[in-house]
């Protein structure tokens, strides 16, 4: 089926002409274009602020005219993640998307629709002549992804909205009401290279299979890191004087890694008993997480030595330093049932060409703890020798139960779907805590379409959730004070 026949068709067409358009983080100059060219065709007042935020207004239909305007927020920016069989350059080419049951789905990449149905159901709302709705501001954010870079940019005074509706909620029984904040944590360091010795033989180590997902979101399931997992086989190698010549895990900080792929030179009498070794353990960890992640894979193949290979100093300071610095949960919520409330995903790690560099993302949705996590890190990774730099800092969203917009989105959920949402703080960064500082009296909550997979190719979207989640926002809009 195509996607553009799909129901509502407004809003399918619309998240079919954003995939057109290559929409990377940091690189969405393309869709700042085309976002600016849809309001303009339409009519309507469109800008960009000086960060590249593009603003729509609409105004009231008759009979709304007296209600509070409403700002509906998404971001423009998406997650690319291939797998590493896939030929795609992201650049260049549109996600090519295909519909399997009641899935849309992307052909080996990730689909975009965190956040694009959120922008999509905006659009549909922007160009509609027959939906009746209070005065419309849409805010599109970019670069959501890797560093909120506009929605901390957004200047106080901009937005006119009383209301503020995020679509960017990945469940669609749940009504978002805070949020994580997150830190990047980045440790670097050199070492020196070491000519390959003769006669050593020559092994490459590749993990692939596993799952990925939402180092915040997905952080709680236990799925396997790629990082991590490489580790312990690394770890096993300092008994034979094992080097390391090259190491490449994960990609983005805010995707659990998925795959690993690590080579290196080893003396020839060791390769048997390593050999043997490796497969035991290996066996042992696909036994551990044969229920998170049964596609895993690792496989050794002896491949040509290298040239060069690492220091044994900074080799065993970096195995040590993975091998005892935090992933995955730290700490669950004690005041919100079943939340995490303070994580850390191993996101990246690099080494080549005489530096090493090991790229995290720290969560929590108490700042203090986030900090508290973010120092324990510091620490391992300098007393491996690294220089250790924070960025990227942004907070997290306070919780208000007595929320005006809440009462009506949940009475509103209640009427039409005739049971109760769940009301929920995500471990996730929302833009709303970033936001909410310059517009401290907005009153805001999120939602969405139900999106599994986010950040990896497995990404997929419920068709039958995005007519619930449109039949909810357009009842949302009628309901508004």
């Given at each position: 089926m195509n996607i553009d026949q799909l129901e509502p068709k407004s809003v399918w067409s619309n998240f079919s002409k954003l995939n057109a358009v290559p929409r990377p983080s940091k690189k969405e100059e393309r869709v700042i274009a085309f976002m600016l060219g849809f309001g303009n065709e339409l009519g309507l007042e469109t800008f960009s602020d000086a960060i590249g935020n593009v603003i729509i207004r609409k105004p009231a239909t008759s009979g709304m005219?007296?209600?509070?305007?409403?700002?509906l927020q998404s971001h423009l920016d998406m997650v690319h993640q291939k797998n590493a069989d896939t030929q795609f350059d992201f650049d260049v080419q549109g996600i090519d998307m295909f519909v399997d049951g009641d899935w849309v789905k992307a052909r080996g990449t990730t689909l975009g629709a965190d956040n694009g149905m959120g922008v999509a159901a905006i659009m549909a709302l922007l160009e509609s002549d027959s939906i009746s709705h209070p005065a419309l501001e849409a805010l599109f954010t970019i670069d959501e992804e890797t560093g909120?870079?506009?929605?901390?940019?957004?200047?106080?005074?901009?937005?006119?909205?009383?209301?503020?509706?995020?679509?960017?909620?990945?469940?669609?029984?749940?009504?978002?009401?805070?949020?994580?904040?997150?830190?990047?944590?980045?440790?670097?360091?050199?070492?020196?290279?070491?000519?390959?010795?003769?006669?050593?033989?020559?092994?490459?180590?590749?993990?692939?299979?596993?799952?990925?997902?939402?180092?915040?979101?997905d952080i709680h399931k236990g799925l396997g890191n790629a990082n991590k997992i490489m580790n312990?086989?690394?770890?096993?190698?300092?008994?034979?004087?094992?080097?390391?010549?090259?190491?490449?895990?994960?990609?983005?900080?805010?995707?659990?890694?998925?795959?690993?792929?690590?080579?290196?030179?080893?003396?020839?009498?060791?390769?048997?008993?390593?050999?043997?070794?490796?497969?035991?353990?290996?066996?042992?960890?696909?036994?551990?997480?044969?229920?998170?992640?049964?596609?895993?894979?690792?496989?050794?193949?002896?491949?040509?030595?290298?040239?060069?290979?690492?220091?044994?100093?900074?080799?065993?300071?970096?195995?040590?330093?993975?091998?005892?610095?935090?992933?995955?949960?730290?700490?669950?919520?004690?005041?919100?049932?079943?939340?995490?409330?303070?994580?850390?995903?191993?996101?990246?790690?690099?080494?080549?060409?005489?530096?090493?560099?090991?790229?995290?993302?720290?969560?929590?949705?108490?700042?203090?703890?986030?900090?508290?996590?973010?120092?324990?890190l510091r620490s391992v990774f300098e007393l491996g020798g690294f220089d250790v730099k924070y960025s990227g800092a942004y907070p997290g969203w306070n919780p208000n139960p007595d929320s005006k917009i809440l009462s009506i989105t949940k009475n509103t959920?209640?009427?039409?779907?005739k049971e109760e949402p769940k009301v929920i703080a995500c471990h996730a960064g929302l833009e709303c805590g970033i936001l909410g500082q310059n517009y401290p009296e907005i009153d805001m909550v999120s939602f969405g379409p139900t999106i599994l997979g986010a950040h990896s190719p497995d990404e997929r979207v419920s068709i039958s959730s995005v007519q619930k989640f449109w039949k909810l926002l357009l009842e949302i809009l009628k309901n508004t004070n």
């Amino acid at each position: 089926m195509n996607i553009d026949q799909l129901e509502p068709k407004s809003v399918w067409s619309n998240f079919s002409k954003l995939n057109a358009v290559p929409r990377p983080s940091k690189k969405e100059e393309r869709v700042i274009a085309f976002m600016l060219g849809f309001g303009n065709e339409l009519g309507l007042e469109t800008f960009s602020d000086a960060i590249g935020n593009v603003i729509i207004r609409k105004p009231a239909t008759s009979g709304m005219e007296g209600k509070k305007m409403i700002t509906l927020q998404s971001h423009l920016d998406m997650v690319h993640q291939k797998n590493a069989d896939t030929q795609f350059d992201f650049d260049v080419q549109g996600i090519d998307m295909f519909v399997d049951g009641d899935w849309v789905k992307a052909r080996g990449t990730t689909l975009g629709a965190d956040n694009g149905m959120g922008v999509a159901a905006i659009m549909a709302l922007l160009e509609s002549d027959s939906i009746s709705h209070p005065a419309l501001e849409a805010l599109f954010t970019i670069d959501e992804e890797t560093g909120m870079t506009g929605a901390f940019g957004l200047e106080g005074g901009i937005l006119k909205g009383e209301i503020l509706l995020n679509l960017d909620t990945e469940e669609d029984d749940e009504i978002d009401i805070g949020c994580a904040g997150g830190i990047d944590i980045t440790a670097t360091r050199s070492y020196n290279k070491k000519p390959g010795t003769h006669g050593d033989a020559g092994l490459q180590i590749t993990i692939k299979g596993l799952k990925g997902g939402h180092s915040g979101m997905d952080i709680h399931k236990g799925l396997g890191n790629a990082n991590k997992i490489m580790n312990r086989l690394l770890y096993l190698g300092l008994d034979y004087n094992m080097r390391i010549s090259s190491l490449e895990g994960g990609s983005l900080r805010n995707a659990i890694p998925r795959e690993s792929t690590c080579q290196l030179n080893i003396g020839r009498k060791h390769v048997a008993e390593v050999v043997t070794k490796f497969n035991a353990l290996a066996d042992a960890i696909k036994a551990e997480l044969k229920v998170q992640e049964p596609n895993l894979t690792i496989n050794l193949e002896e491949v040509k030595p290298a040239k060069e290979v690492m220091g044994l100093g900074a080799q065993g300071k970096l195995i040590k330093a993975i091998y005892a610095a935090h992933n995955g949960v730290y700490a669950i919520s004690a005041s919100i049932e079943n939340l995490v409330e303070t994580s850390n995903n191993i996101a990246r790690i690099l080494v080549k060409d005489g530096k090493i560099t090991v790229a995290c993302l720290t969560r929590s949705s108490v700042d203090s703890a986030k900090l508290d996590l973010a120092n324990s890190l510091r620490s391992v990774f300098e007393l491996g020798g690294f220089d250790v730099k924070y960025s990227g800092a942004y907070p997290g969203w306070n919780p208000n139960p007595d929320s005006k917009i809440l009462s009506i989105t949940k009475n509103t959920y209640i009427n039409l779907f005739k049971e109760e949402p769940k009301v929920i703080a995500c471990h996730a960064g929302l833009e709303c805590g970033i936001l909410g500082q310059n517009y401290p009296e907005i009153d805001m909550v999120s939602f969405g379409p139900t999106i599994l997979g986010a950040h990896s190719p497995d990404e997929r979207v419920s068709i039958s959730s995005v007519q619930k989640f449109w039949k909810l926002l357009l009842e949302i809009l009628k309901n508004t004070n």
